[in-house]
């Protein structure tokens, strides 16, 4: 079955500080994307990565950056120096049709609080 | 480019009563997803569209929902005969399939749905 797993519920850092998000999933296929999505306190999921599976290698996107590791199922954000707006409740998710379409599977999120 | 609309934003109904949502996707977008998520956990996967066919439900829609996308441009997804375990956020998002932008689902803001 596939699976999406955020084992961190809340985390709670003070502004500049670095932060990792995990992501783990699960899946039998063999090609497959990974996403994460952002949850502001507004309620509008805000796109923030896709990656398929045969990219492993690492983005970096200004504060964001993403790693990727096949050999043990994961897919970790890490977020340098942030910042309060940087709150919010992210999500990480695994496409259930290897992509075709944006059905996605998604995580049970991590919060994440940034205090000033 | 004005986003995913939907309405209303909140919705509270009693038990039994039947109530109707609403979404406007960005407008060039053919393709349409709901999803709905409860607290404290990620969205679920419902139903989507390719213009005006629904092409896919998920086991988790009922046959007390039902939705519809009459010439390809807003949706609606109904909800007969409410039961309080349906009281959730119903998110909706729009994407272009076919431009190699599938992977970007925009997202609207949601209808928080409470059944008494």
């Known amino acids: 079955a596939q699976k999406v797993t955020q084992a961190q519920t809340e985390i709670s850092v003070v502004e500049k500080e670095d932060v990792t998000l995990d992501c783990v999933y699960e899946t039998r296929d063999t090609t497959y994307y990974l996403f994460w999505y952002k949850q502001p306190p507004s309620g509008e999921l805000v796109f923030l990565i896709r990656?398929?599976?045969?990219?492993?290698q690492n983005e970096i996107s200004g504060r964001y950056s993403w790693n990727f590791q096949k050999s043990t199922s994961s897919f970790n954000f890490t977020i340098t120096a942030s910042q309060v707006v940087d709150s919010a409740v992210y999500f990480c998710?695994?496409?259930?049709?290897?992509?075709?379409?944006?059905?996605?599977?998604f995580g049970t999120g991590t919060l994440l609080a940034v205090q000033p | 480019d004005t986003g995913v609309s939907q309405n209303p934003r909140h919705k509270i109904t009693k038990r039994g009563q039947n109530v109707t949502f609403r979404c406007d996707p960005i407008s060039e977008h053919n393709r349409l997803y709901w999803y709905r998520q409860t607290l404290g956990q990620g969205p679920e996967f419902l139903t989507y569209?390719?213009?005006?066919?629904?092409?896919?439900k998920s086991r988790l829609l009922s046959d007390r929902f039902s939705a519809e996308r009459p010439k390809g441009s807003f949706s609606t997804l109904e909800i007969q005969r409410t039961e309080q375990g349906d009281s959730a956020m119903y998110l909706c998002a729009s994407s272009d399939a076919g431009t190699g932008w599938n992977e970007k689902l925009f997202f609207g803001s949601g209808t928080q749905l409470s059944v008494l």
């Open positions: 990656r398929n599976s045969f990219d492993e």
């Open positions: 569209f390719q213009n005006e066919a629904q092409l896919e």
């Open positions: 998710a695994l496409s259930e049709d290897g992509g075709a379409t944006n059905k996605l599977i």
